[in-house]
């Protein structure tokens, strides 16, 4: 089972960017599906982006409310995946969680049986 612990959360102004991380311990990293799922307060775990395979092939995704806006990269070297947020709003606002899966991606948080701590994003306008 791998395990995950995120870093890089914080309070930034509207506008702002934040990177988090997620560095996961264990070995064959490469071969997990990485996800990115915020929750605000009284919300459901939503999703936010995933990096991974999606039928044989090397695959991002992204919610469409972070396209354009968020990326989701990989260092394998590391064991690590990145959320870079540009132009963030007030609305992304949350805890945000890194988690996996093996191999493929998947946009479901039930889909993932590995997951952070959490770490918290807040946006002022």
């Known amino acids: 089972q791998v395990q995950l612990v995120e870093s890089g959360g914080g309070l930034v102004q509207a506008g702002g960017s934040l990177r988090l991380a997620c560095e996961a311990s264990?070995?064959?990293?490469?071969?997990?599906?990485m996800g990115w799922f915020r929750q605000a307060p009284g919300k459901e775990r939503e999703f936010v982006a995933t990096?991974?395979?999606?039928?044989?092939?090397?695959?991002?995704g992204y919610a469409d409310s972070v396209k354009g806006r968020f990326t989701i990269s990989r260092d394998s070297a590391k064991n690590t995946v990145y959320l870079q947020m540009n132009m963030l709003k007030p609305m992304d606002t949350a805890i945000y969680y890194c988690?996996?899966?093996?191999?493929?991606?998947?946009?479901?948080?039930?889909?993932?049986?590995?997951w952070g701590q959490g770490t918290q994003v807040t946006v002022s306008s």
């Open positions: 990096i991974g395979t999606r039928s044989g092939n090397p695959y991002t």
């Open positions: 264990g070995r064959s990293f490469s071969n997990y599906a």
């Open positions: 988690a996996a899966r093996p191999w493929t991606t998947a946009t479901s948080p039930s889909s993932y049986n590995a």
